[in-house]
């Protein structure tokens, strides 16, 4: 079997064909932290979910990966846990940022904390 070697620059202009002809695009790369071409990639989407694995994606992978798509000035989104556990049971107890608009026209960054719930 014959493997060709496709350069990466031939995988942006099918990026960028594929974002002239649809709404939505998703792709799924490699590790960030695993290729450079994850990376670059990332940089020339609209944005980036980062996907963690709970329980074995350490804190500091995360971090690093999270560092590595600001400096390529990717759009990070957000952050996708796989494998998270609901053997814990009992209470649960989370916050989540929303971004909203102050009446000078900047945005801001507010912390909610929603009420506490159990899982029974």
């Given at each position: 079997?014959?493997?060709?070697?496709?350069?990466?620059?031939?995988?942006?202009?099918?990026?960028?064909?594929?974002?002239?002809?649809?709404?939505?695009?998703?792709?799924?790369?490699?590790?960030?932290?695993?290729?450079?071409?994850?990376?670059?990639?990332?940089?020339?989407?609209?944005?980036?979910?980062?996907?963690?694995?709970?329980?074995?994606?350490?804190?500091?992978?995360?971090?690093?990966?999270?560092?590595?798509?600001?400096?390529?000035?990717a759009n990070l989104l957000g952050v996708v846990l796989n494998r998270l556990s609901?053997?814990?049971?009992?209470?649960?107890?989370?916050?989540?940022?929303?971004?909203?608009?102050?009446?000078?026209?900047?945005?801001?960054?507010?912390?909610?904390?929603?009420?506490?719930?159990?899982?029974?």
């Amino acid at each position: 079997m014959k493997e060709k070697i496709i350069r990466f620059q031939d995988i942006l202009e099918a990026v960028q064909g594929y974002l002239s002809e649809a709404d939505i695009v998703l792709f799924d790369s490699p590790p960030v932290l695993a290729v450079t071409d994850a990376a670059v990639l990332a940089s020339r989407l609209d944005g980036v979910l980062l996907v963690n694995d709970s329980g074995r994606t350490r804190r500091s992978m995360a971090q690093r990966a999270v560092e590595g798509l600001r400096k390529v000035s990717a759009n990070l989104l957000g952050v996708v846990l796989n494998r998270l556990s609901s053997a814990s049971g009992g209470y649960s107890y989370y916050h989540y940022y929303y971004y909203s608009e102050s009446d000078d026209g900047r945005q801001k960054r507010r912390r909610r904390r929603p009420k506490e719930t159990t899982s029974e």
